[in-house]
């Protein structure tokens, strides 16, 4: 299969272990590697009556296979040590001879003991099947479904009005509707790995530590493997994401990205064995024999984290934009149907500060502000941000207004008040005021010598 052959420095026992992976069997695995030999694939298959076969994996990366090969393997399966009943595979990116067809067929095919073939025309066809990509040169993961990116019932740009809802004196008709909202959605290659680590430890003492745990772990897909973000882990934790094929749907959003898979399933399996081994290391403290206390690292072998599943998933990310005066405001999240998970809201932040508290809109410019910067405008009540307010002192107060002309109104309007008004103005200057005047008083009291 010329498709295979293309394969530039990546292992056929990879691509294989992938491939039955793909195709539902259980604990995949490559053999240790041995000298003269390749790598046999191991692996499990549940059978219809529950109990578990065996299947012992012979890969040959070579344009035909004899046989030999399959004779070889039916020895091998023959006395492969098992708990249960064994089969064979001689898997082959080219094709293989009539004698060893027919040895195949003598020894029988799917049954305990048999050895069944897979050339590369039967590999091709499998992997369509199970979208697996044999033809990148490179058997990368394929991946045609998406969690949804939108709300079943609402548009893209729902969320960020719903946020932009909680800020207080933010009309959203007038003032976002004019100004619209637009919507990017990027598809975020996800892969979850999920691995059951096994573990025994022991010394001269017996067991001393145990891991038995069942891990999944979510891996940023794109590029080198990584974790992926919170917000994409705890939505694909949750369970009440939507998942949706990856036809149109993002249809809908002004600007759509979609990243890709840039590895092997294996590989990413692998990466996450690596992460679970680390994981899992512990020291632990114990007395020996001799009673003396000992440390020991207890460090799970790659062997001990067994693969059960590799599922890959696009995460749709989507950023809500909108201008409001001369502030830009973003929404991000991670969507998944009706649930979302957020990774960004400027609807929460103070454009001044990391002020916490309820956010004030000022209309006047468009900024979001935290209690600590927002004012009233005098004139008009409203909230009013210092950055964008003209100020003047009245009863050596200073007030906020959203321009000159309504401090101007203001100025007559203070200029017509009646003393007691003005006062009024300044209500902490009032309090004080009256401690002077009764201050004052006393002073001159005292100083008559009436007491
Ligand atoms: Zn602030
Ligand atoms: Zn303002």
Not at 280 to 299: P, R
Request: glycine fraction near 8%.
């Amino acid at each position: 299969m010329a498709i295979l052959d293309d394969l530039s420095g990546y292992d056929f026992e990879d691509v294989m272990v992938d491939v039955f992976r793909r195709l539902g069997y259980e604990n995949v695995r490559q053999s240790a590697r041995t000298a003269d030999e390749g790598r046999d694939v191991l692996m499990e298959e549940l059978l219809e009556d529950g109990t578990r076969r065996a299947v012992v994996v012979e890969c040959k990366h070579t344009d035909t296979v004899s046989r030999p090969v399959v004779q070889k393997l039916h020895s091998a399966v023959a006395t492969y040590d098992y708990d249960g009943p064994v089969r064979g595979i001689v898997a082959t990116s080219g094709r293989f001879t009539g004698p060893a067809r027919e040895y195949a067929e003598r020894v029988g095919t799917h049954c305990d003991g048999g050895v069944d073939l897979l050339d590369g025309r039967d590999l091709r066809d499998l992997s369509e099947e199970i979208g697996l990509d044999l033809y990148n040169g490179r058997i990368e993961v394929l991946c045609t479904e998406t969690l949804e990116p939108t709300h079943p019932l609402e548009g893209p740009e729902a969320p960020l009005l719903e946020a932009a809802d909680a800020v207080d004196h933010l009309p959203l008709e007038t003032e976002l509707s004019s100004s619209g909202v637009e919507t990017a959605c990027a598809l975020e290659p996800t892969v979850t790995v999920t691995a059951r680590t096994r573990a025994t430890f022991e010394t001269s003492v017996g067991v001393i530590h145990r891991v038995d745990e069942r891990d999944a772990v979510v891996i940023d897909g794109t590029g080198v493997p990584s974790m992926a973000p919170d917000s994409a882990r705890r939505l694909l934790g949750a369970d009440r994401h939507r998942r949706v094929d990856l036809e149109g749907a993002t249809d809908g959003f002004d600007e759509r990205t979609r990243g890709r898979f840039g590895r092997t399933e294996s590989e990413y399996a692998d990466w996450a064995v690596e992460r679970l081994r680390r994981h899992h290391t512990t020291t632990v403290g114990y007395t020996g024999d001799n009673n003396v206390d000992y440390e020991k690292t207890c460090a799970p072998t790659s062997s001990d984290v067994m693969v059960e599943a590799v599922d890959a998933v696009y995460v749709p990310h989507v950023t809500a934009t909108c201008r409001l005066g001369s502030y830009r405001y973003v929404y991000a999240y991670h969507a998944g149907g009706p649930t979302i998970e957020v990774s960004r809201n400027d609807f929460d932040a103070c454009v001044h500060c990391a002020g916490a508290g309820e956010k004030t809109y000022c209309p006047n410019c468009g900024s979001i502000n935290c209690p600590d910067h927002t004012r009233t405008e005098r004139l008009e009540g409203t909230p009013v941000c210092p950055g964008c307010a003209v100020t003047e002192r009245f009863a050596l107060k200073r007030k906020y207004f959203y321009d000159e002309a309504n401090l101007e109104d203001f100025r007559e309007r203070y200029a017509s008040m009646a003393i007691h008004e003005k006062a009024m103005e300044n209500p902490a200057g009032v309090a004080v005021g009256v401690v002077l005047v009764l201050a004052l008083t006393l002073a001159l009291a005292s100083g008559l010598g009436v007491w």
